[in-house]
């Protein structure tokens, strides 16, 4: 298909690691973002990775990409409220600009 | 100071009326961009703007327009607002050459009543 793929939900507890999955389509993408909406605001550019990499680790947040099977994940350790948000996976389609998935909507319990 | 600044923040309008929004970069990029995003978050590009060529989503009614006086702007005329063009639109720039960040202005809500 032509749609970036990713769960519309997750819920997990205060402390807890968050993992965000997503499927993108093109496979000539060179790079994968990762976007954050918080409530009534725009959305904030949270991590990127380029597609020759397979990882890249930015304090909290790790990004893992599988090429083959077009599969990108984000994982936040040790998971706080302030992290309650919308997340976005996009991939770049050139001069037709990021492609996002439908995004997550990361819930966390006390 | 705003890398992406749109106005108005909220647009409240009657059917049928013609509504612009302003988009304006101060970050120097060549490629300006208009996202719509509905009541479910979800967010399609509606154009791309780049050395005055228009690359428009096809399924983007021709009531939208948008429209560059200069390379720091990119507005968004509407005719004949309907009910369902209510959404939240983002404005968004970057440079072009590959693999470049997209900036996001804070959204403008539309809400026609």
Redesign the interface.
């Known amino acids: 298909g032509e749609d970036v793929e990713q769960s519309l939900f997750l819920s997990v507890r205060e402390g807890d690691s968050s993992v965000i999955n997503c499927t993108y389509t093109d496979s000539s993408s060179t790079y994968l973002y990762w976007y954050k909406q918080e409530p009534g605001a725009g959305l904030q550019l949270l991590t990127y990775i380029f597609s020759n990499m397979d990882m890249k680790q930015d304090q909290r947040l790790t990004v893992l990409l599988n090429k083959k099977d077009k599969h990108l994940s984000l994982r936040i350790a040790d998971t706080q409220t302030g992290d309650s948000a919308i997340y976005f996976c996009a991939e770049d389609r050139g001069a037709d600009g990021l492609t996002f998935g439908k995004g997550t909507h990361l819930i966390i319990q006390p | 100071d705003t890398a992406v600044s749109q106005t108005p923040k909220y647009l409240v309008t009657q059917m049928g009326n013609d509504k612009s929004i302003k988009c304006e970069q101060n970050l120097g990029h060549d490629?300006m961009?208009w996202y719509k995003q509905d009541s479910?978050?979800?967010?399609k590009?509606m154009f791309?703007y780049?050395n005055k060529e228009l690359?428009i989503n096809e399924t983007v009614p021709n009531r939208f327009s948008p429209k560059s006086p200069d390379k720091a702007h990119l507005n968004l005329h509407i005719n004949s607002l309907e009910l369902g063009d209510s959404a939240v639109y983002?404005c968004?720039s970057r440079s072009?050459g590959?693999?470049e960040?997209?900036?996001?202005?804070?959204?403008t809500q539309l809400s026609v009543l």
């Open positions: 490629t961009y479910k978050k979800f967010l590009i791309s780049n690359i983002f968004a072009t590959g693999g960040k997209l900036f996001f202005g804070s959204g």
